[in-house]
């Protein structure tokens, strides 16, 4: 069968038949997309259908509406999770009121071998156009993924090491076009198979220009209606394939991510960043015997980006090489016991060169031990669980030859954090849900906490590490409340984090002179005690519209509430925490009619005042969106196409959860319009 978007049309015959495509094949119109409920992946390897622990995931048509430029911009909005934004182009998840080293990225479950955490101008190298499913856990998973999932963890999933087999041909196709940044992208997923035999392959094209916003003026007096230096122009292709049979499968991929992106900060800076990854998983079912199951998967990535001056020179030169390994075995229940036990091994090498490596050249390697226990009776059920590493930070120090000696000499440090929870679930009916989860996190400090020394321009200050510092604490206490009922359903949790020796990067006092002449703050990785608590609330009812016009009465209506809140204290200093995101609640009301969907939502941020004394208040704004989807048949392909239009008011707006030295360079994006369809085959 001949794919449906043949991908040698011409740019413009290619744009002409998708903004027309809507209207195509109307007898094929009311046909409606199967959807099967699956059950989240992410911190549940026992597939239980309810998690203590709260998590939300996005897979389907609900991601696809949802789609951003990055996974940051994807998954911001939901319950707890917010967004740092460096531009639109280096945005990171921020998961109540953590960020960084705090909130761990994977994909497929395993690392993502990236360097996003360690500056706020780099990008997490994954394009949510070739990802299938993104599940978020919010609060400390750390028990299954390590010291660096306190805040949570969120999971790109896509299908390039294939689990299940594949007969023929099938696949999807996906172009967007408009928005605030005038994005043009298009993707491109296969996936076959014959016998035991199956593959995958997706290539993926975005191009966007400087993102345009309502007008505000900069910081350097300036008045602008765009954030400057914003334009991207990104790439990525993969191809992998598995054996899979009844009980098991075995599988490798590789892909390679590009992206060249502007630096909002400095006006004529470029980063070229590239990253290529070998992965291979696997597993093994028994269904007699102790063991049960047997998992295992592996990754290598190569990693590298390259700050380029307005000039054309190499300014500054960021290179990692990293691997992973990570085995898991279930075993048989053992008197209505149910466990995985498991161990990881993770290891990478850091290079930085040129004029701006505020860090020396280190290594890293982790390794772990965890095991997860549960016990169900009836309406109740018990899980226990716990974890062990061995954590080591090499930092290589000053190169014999440097003019600039700023590292000192070569030094290690290495820690032994533990980490324990326990959670309990109670089901008194099927419809209604409680669930307690009591946890004990450590993480060992990075390399840039330890060994940091000098300008860094994504923050605009000095940072100095602090190579004495230990490890960090977090206990923490988790309470929640699900209720579904015939028209509806409502969540609500509760939170409280109690960190000791929470490693802060706070101002000094002090200030240096740049080589430019500027004269920067400088600020200190700081060992302080601190305090997280917030309320997560999400309401959903059908209603009954009978009131409204024509056609629309006849639709299926939903709306919903939701509203997040989280408070940080600084209880060292007596003062808020940095970078956390305010109050916001969201309103949305929701139709589907036949083949069309209706979505209206607005959400008002409120102001945040509560900052540190070296910060600055930002100030509150209200987004009204609005989007239209239809669902169609073009030939035997199903798709969807979709309106969408955001920030109706043209409000300003700017993210609380961005550094103050880039947040007034880039405010939210303005009113814009873009549209894209989605066929699959």
């Known amino acids: 069968m001949p794919s449906p978007l043949p991908l040698r049309q011409p740019r413009t015959l290619l744009l002409l038949s998708l903004l027309a495509a809507p209207w195509a094949h109307a007898e094929g119109d009311t046909a409606d997309r199967q959807t099967l409920e699956a059950v989240q992946v992410t911190g549940n390897p026992l597939g239980n259908k309810e998690l203590a622990q709260p998590g939300q995931a996005l897979s389907g048509d609900a991601l696809l509406l949802r789609r951003g430029g990055s996974v940051g911009e994807t998954v911001e909005g939901l319950p707890g999770v917010a967004a740092t934004s460096f531009g639109p182009n280096a945005s990171r998840p921020t998961i109540r009121g953590l960020d960084g080293e705090r909130v761990r990225m994977l994909n497929n479950a395993g690392g993502s071998l990236d360097v996003s955490s360690l500056s706020y101008d780099h990008a997490v190298p994954v394009d949510p156009l070739v990802v299938d499913r993104i599940e978020v856990l919010r609060g400390a998973a750390a028990l299954l993924y390590g010291g660096n999932a306190i805040g949570g963890v969120v999971n790109t999933i896509d299908n390039r090491i294939p689990r299940s087999p594949s007969q023929g041909l099938s696949g999807a196709t996906e172009f967007r076009l408009g928005g605030a940044s005038n994005e043009r992208a298009l993707a491109a997923v296969l996936d076959g198979g014959q016998g035991p035999w199956a593959w995958h392959a997706d290539v993926a094209r975005r191009l966007a220009d400087d993102q345009k916003t309502p007008?505000?003026?900069?910081?350097?007096?300036?008045?602008?209606?765009?954030?400057?230096?914003?334009?991207?122009?990104?790439?990525?292709?993969?191809?992998?394939?598995?054996?899979?049979?009844?009980?098991?499968?075995?599988?490798?991929?590789?892909?390679?991510?590009?992206?060249?992106?502007?630096?909002?900060?400095?006006?004529?800076?470029?980063?070229?960043?590239?990253?290529?990854?070998?992965?291979?998983?696997?597993e093994w079912r028994w269904s007699e015997g102790l063991l049960r199951k047997l998992q295992w998967q592996f990754s290598r990535a190569r990693y590298q980006h390259d700050e380029i001056e307005g000039d054309g020179a190499l300014g500054t030169r960021f290179a990692q090489r990293g691997s992973e390994l990570r085995l898991q075995a279930e075993h048989a229940p053992l008197a209505g016991v149910r466990g995985v036990l498991g161990w990881q091994l993770e290891q990478s090498r850091f290079e930085v060169q040129g004029e701006e490596a505020l860090m020396p050249s280190n290594r890293n390697r982790t390794q772990g031990l965890f095991i997860l226990e549960q016990w169900s009776d009836g309406p109740w059920q018990l899980g226990l669980g716990a974890r062990r590493d061995q954590v080591r930070v090499r930092s290589d120090g000053d190169a014999a030859d440097a003019a600039d000696a700023r590292f000192g000499p070569a030094a290690e440090r290495r820690f032994s954090p533990a980490s324990a929870s326990a959670s309990l679930?109670?089901?008194?009916?099927?419809?209604?849900?409680?669930?307690?989860?009591?946890?004990?996190?450590?993480?060992?400090?990075?390399?840039g906490e330890l060994f940091a020394s000098g300008v860094h321009v994504a923050t605009g200050a000095f940072e100095q590490g602090d190579s004495t510092l230990g490890l960090e604490h977090a206990s923490g206490l988790d309470l929640g409340l699900h209720w579904k009922h015939g028209n509806g359903s409502v969540e609500i949790n509760a939170y409280r984090t109690r960190f000791k020796d929470y490693i802060a990067l706070r101002a000094t006092g002090a200030s240096v002179a740049a080589e430019s002449g500027e004269v920067l703050p400088v600020y200190a990785y700081q060992a302080v005690g601190a305090r997280l608590q917030g309320v997560e609330l999400s309401l959903q009812q059908d209603l009954q519209a009978a009131w409204l016009p024509g056609a629309l009465a006849g639709w299926r209506w939903q709306a919903g509430l939701q509203l997040d809140w989280v408070q940080g204290n600084d209880l060292s200093h007596a003062e808020p925490l940095p970078r956390i995101a305010p109050r916001r609640t969201t309103l949305s009301l929701e139709g589907q009619g036949g083949a069309w969907g209706l979505r209206l939502?607005?959400?008002?941020?409120?102001?945040?005042?509560?900052?540190?004394?070296?910060?600055?208040?930002?100030?509150?704004?209200?987004?009204?969106?609005?989007?239209?989807?239809?669902?169609?048949?073009?030939?035997?392909?199903?798709?969807?196409?979709?309106?969408?239009?955001?920030?109706?008011?043209?409000?300003?707006?700017?993210?609380?959860?961005?550094?103050?030295?880039?947040?007034?360079?880039?405010?939210?994006?303005?009113?814009?319009?873009?549209?894209?369809?989605?066929?699959?085959?």
């Open 215 to 282: 007008w505000f003026t900069a910081p350097d007096g300036q008045r602008m209606s765009h954030v400057r230096n914003s334009a991207s122009a990104s790439r990525s292709a993969a191809m992998g394939g598995s054996w899979v049979v009844r009980d098991g499968y075995a599988g490798l991929s590789l892909d390679d991510y590009r992206n060249d992106y502007g630096v909002t900060v400095e006006p004529d800076v470029k980063i070229a960043m590239q990253r290529q990854r070998l992965a291979g998983a696997g």
């Open 601 to 681: 939502e607005i959400q008002q941020a409120a102001a945040q005042g509560r900052v540190p004394q070296v910060d600055r208040a930002t100030p509150g704004y209200t987004l009204a969106r609005l989007s239209l989807n239809r669902q169609f048949r073009w030939d035997q392909a199903d798709a969807l196409w979709y309106l969408k239009l955001d920030n109706l008011g043209n409000a300003l707006g700017y993210r609380a959860a961005s550094m103050s030295t880039i947040r007034d360079w880039a405010p939210l994006p303005g009113r814009s319009v873009s549209t894209g369809v989605q066929v699959r085959f």
């Open 425 to 447: 679930s109670w089901h008194p009916v099927p419809a209604v849900g409680l669930s307690l989860n009591i946890n004990h996190s450590e993480r060992a400090p990075s390399a």
